[in-house]
């Protein structure tokens, strides 16, 4: 096959064999090679007998790590996969302008007001018969099954299925199964199942199955099963079976089960209650730390 590249304020592509010209990134979880690793899990608790008098919990540190995460885009994602067809991505590249509308219509993408261009368009009222793409949104969106924004949120955005934000999100976001960002995030989320976070995050978030966030926290997360953060929070974590804090953290964790914290200037209450360094109280029939200041 031959292809023909020509770049001047824009990208032109073409194959004469008609292959598609873009690559499908498949992200895998990236493992550390170290043969003297704990687990293949970063930043996970292990139990790890020392000898048959005495139990320690151990960590693996995640800057042990020696490759770094490529930054994800809506477009890469499953649901991006799914409703944005290669029309227009190749349309997106060709053109580098970015639109503003005061409304858009869709039925499926690409069939809506804003055609092809939706990816380029930020509107201020979004409606979404079934599914749609679009730049960004600045101020409401509902979408029947899905809204994919390969940009900003500022606003409300609700979805019978789920939202999918490739930029920052600052407001409200509601949907009947899940929500996922991979900017930062600062407002109130609420998911019927579940809510994925991979920038920094600010506010409340609801779930009826669990909350993830992958970066520095601060506020609320409430789970009818599971809230797990990778990065340093501060705040409250409630639910059903347990909480995960991964970093150093100034939080309350209150669960049916189980409370995790690797550091934590706070408290747990909970069934099981395990903490690296803990400054605060422990409340439980199994309270573990390896060095703790307060009431265990």
């Given amino acids: 096959s031959l292809k023909i590249i020509y770049e ?19 992200y895998q979880t990236i493992v550390p090679d170290d043969s003297n690793s704990i687990m293949n899990l970063s930043d996970s608790p292990v139990m790890v007998k020392k000898d048959s008098a005495l139990t320690r ?10 490759s770094k995460l490529k930054k994800i885009k809506v477009e890469e994602t499953k649901m991006g996969k799914w409703f944005i067809n290669n029309y227009q991505r190749i349309t997106e590249k060709n053109i580098r302008d970015s639109f503003y ?63 999918v934000v490739g930029g920052k999100v600052t407001g409200v976001q509601f949907a009947g199964w899940f929500n996922t960002d991979f900017g930062a ?29 992958n970066s520095i926290s601060q506020g ?9 953060n990778r990065g340093f929070i501060k705040g409250l974590q409630l639910s059903g079976l347990g909480n995960l804090a991964n970093k150093s953290s100034n939080l309350i964790q209150v669960s049916g089960l189980f409370n995790l914290a690797r550091k934590i200037k706070g408290g747990q209450i909970g069934v099981i209650n395990m903490a690296g360094k803990i400054k ?12 703790s200041k307060g009431v265990t």
């Fill in 185 to 213: 995030f600062r407002g109130f989320q609420a998911a019927g199942l579940f809510n994925h976070n991979f920038g920094t995050f600010s506010g409340v978030q609801a779930a009826g199955l669990y909350n993830y966030n």
């Fill in 57 to 66: 919990m151990v960590w693996q540190d995640s800057t042990s790590w020696k």
């Fill in 101 to 163: 509308r005061k409304w858009q219509v869709t039925i499926f993408p690409p069939i809506g007001s804003n055609g092809v261009l939706s990816g380029l368009v930020t509107n201020m009222i979004s409606l979404n018969l079934l599914a749609g793409y679009n730049n960004g949104v600045n101020g409401i969106e509902f979408g029947g099954l899905a809204n994919i924004l390969k940009q900003d949120l500022r606003g409300v955005q609700c979805a019978g299925l789920g939202n």
């Fill in 220 to 228: 609320v997360q409430i789970a009818g099963l599971l809230n797990c």
């Fill in 8 to 26: 001047n304020r824009g990208l032109i592509v073409l194959n004469f064999n008609l292959q598609n010209t873009f690559i499908q990134a498949d």
């Fill in 280 to 291: 605060g109280f422990q409340i439980g029939i199994i309270n573990i730390a390896d060095s």
